[in-house]
């Protein structure tokens, strides 16, 4: 059993995750004179030997390829679809899979640096979802905090500062055209990537790996942007390998303490905290709650509405690659750019709508860039010959394929949702989640609409469309399994009626005012775009509520 160390000192917050929503969190209360203490389950991060940004496939341990689900660290900094000791569990018929970062930062180290903002539209809950009410606040409400972020972490494509824009590439502004001939639009996509200075931050050096670790600094990261913010006040303090077991309460009902288990000393602690805010991901920060009962809370915390763990939602996603043969003929050129696309294209093809409802973007990326791992795994796949003739093949279609990558929003369904499992523990003693997972009829129909398009662009483009997708099967028009496109979302779900939401607008539990949930998990709907920017814009609204709610004695 656990020896059980209780820290005599009360801070005024304990955050628990380190990325986006909780590095927010920790830049924001300090600076708002709050003592704080940030709880991250991973490790402390060094850029220099966890990012693997300028490493050669060679370099790397089975160049870069896990083998039995092990090593999947190997290409991002420090992420993992399975980890020793720390399983989850799938209910029979569910294909979902949990990408967890453990590492301080966490996924924001190896994140796409997409910075779309939600539109109003996206405030809204698409007419066939059935789940109750829409979000409590709208694009207005939120507007000034994307700029907020965008100012501090250096965005381009915005309107909020003079950011340079990258040039569109060769391949992209191929696409370009494609999408012009088909009245489709293709604008720039924004990014959290510097193209000039920014506090002491460098520039982008366009060695085009940001999702591998930025040694730099040039793209966002909360452990290189945020957490040295708030580390400067002095009134942060930092507790790597900390996982977090329990939120503890009061006779009255009210949050305490936290519970977590020192990975390296294997022994229980208890840190207290006036007030308590939950950034650990959407999936991470329902598995806490749920933990955390009591007879108080025989449900778990934050879930008189039983909502806690349900409207679980991820990104639709599929892709495809074309061949374009004009780019064999191109002269040897410098490729080099962003490590993410430079252009995107929104909401799809607008024109041949009808089969579902919401929106999807398409992203892609191709030409001749920095050989990496798998980059000839479709070549490969579709080529005749070994050694000598095989390289020869690789040598003369480099360069010549784009693949095209698009993302859909999600509409809730109650088939979909994450529950404890109190049979099975991890290596520390707590009860795992257990996913359920299940595309839906509107889903499907979505990646249908994306793959045709898909083919349109690249025949307009010139090119051959090289994937085959099945239209039945578990994974229809090549939608991705639940999970593969790391947008987690849903599962502690705001709104203003606490019988169908578990927080208000400003990311504050119904049941208890000095609980917050900051990450994805609070979010009403999906959208099209990447949730990230979203949650550091929310992040930042609900810290500075929660400065001026402590100040004024409210907390």
């Not at 494509?157 to 293709?186: F, H, W, Y």
């Not at 604008?187 to 193209?195: D, I, K, N, R, W």
Request: glycine share 12%.
């Amino acid at each position: 059993m656990l020896q059980v160390i209780r820290s005599p000192r009360v801070y005024d917050v304990c955050v628990i995750g380190s990325g986006a929503a909780g590095g927010v969190a920790a830049k924001v209360l300090t600076h708002g004179g709050l003592e704080v203490v940030l709880l991250e389950a991973g490790r402390q991060v060094d850029p220099a030997t966890d990012f693997k940004q300028h490493l050669w496939p060679y370099e790397l341990a089975r160049r870069g390829l896990g083998v039995g689900g092990e090593g999947d660290d190997l290409m991002a900094a420090n992420g993992f679809w399975s980890i020793k000791g720390e399983p989850y569990i799938r209910a029979p018929g569910t294909r979902f899979q949990w990408f967890r970062s453990r590492i301080v930062g966490g996924r924001t180290n190896h994140w796409g640096q997409g910075a779309y903002r939600f539109s109003e539209a996206d405030f809204k809950q698409r007419s066939n979802t059935g789940v109750g009410e829409d979000w409590p606040i709208s694009y207005e409400d939120l507007v000034a905090y994307y700029r907020k972020v965008e100012s501090y972490i250096g965005v381009y494509g915005t309107d909020t500062n003079s950011m340079p824009i990258p040039r569109p590439r060769c391949t992209e502004l191929l696409v370009k055209r494609a999408c012009d001939r088909l009245g489709i639009p293709c604008v720039t996509a924004p990014g959290s990537v510097l193209t000039r200075p920014l506090n002491g931050r460098p520039a982008c050096h366009y060695c085009g790996q940001c999702w591998r670790g930025c040694k730099t600094g040039s793209n966002f990261s909360s452990s290189q942007v945020l957490i040295p913010a708030a580390s400067t006040t002095g009134r942060l303090t930092l507790l790597a390998n900390a996982m977090a077991r329990e939120i503890l309460v009061d006779a009255n009902g009210v949050a305490r303490a936290v519970s977590y288990v020192d990975k390296t000393t294997r022994t229980e602690q208890q840190v207290r905290a006036k007030v308590v805010v939950l950034a650990a991901s959407a999936c991470e920060s329902a598995r806490l709650l749920l933990n955390s009962q009591s007879s108080l809370f025989p449900n778990g915390l934050a879930n008189s509405s039983g909502v806690v763990g349900r409207y679980l939602r991820d990104s639709i996603g599929t892709q495809g690659a074309g061949y374009f043969p004009q780019l064999e003929r191109a002269l040897p050129h410098n490729h080099d750019g962003i490590g993410r696309p430079h252009l995107w294209i929104p909401r799809g093809n607008n024109s041949r709508r009808g089969s579902f409802v919401g929106n999807y973007h398409i992203l892609f990326l191709g030409g001749r860039n920095l050989p990496l791992v798998s980059d000839f795994d479709l070549i490969v796949e579709q080529s005749q010959g070994y050694g000598l003739s095989l390289k020869k093949t690789c040598k003369r279609v480099y360069g010549s394929l784009i693949n095209f990558i698009a993302g859909g929003e999600m509409i809730s369904n109650d088939k979909s949702y994450c529950e404890i499992d109190r049979n099975i523990t991890d290596e520390w003693g707590i009860p795992v989640l257990r996913f359920h997972f299940q595309w839906g009829a509107n889903e499907i129909a979505m990646a249908k609409d994306m793959q045709e398009t898909i083919q349109h662009l690249v025949e307009a483009g010139g090119g051959t469309y090289l994937t085959r997708v099945q239209p039945k099967g578990d994974l229809p028009y090549g939608i991705s399994p639940g999970g593969m496109s790391f947008h987690e979302q849903g599962t502690v779900r705001m709104g203003t009626n606490p019988r169908a939401s578990a927080l208000n607008e400003f990311c504050q539990a119904h049941d208890m005012r000095n609980l917050f949930v900051l990450d994805a998990g609070c979010f009403v709907s999906s959208s099209d775009k990447p949730p990230t920017h979203t949650i550091l814009a929310l992040a930042w609204r609900s810290s500075e509520y929660l400065v001026e709610e402590a100040r004024k004695g409210n907390l």
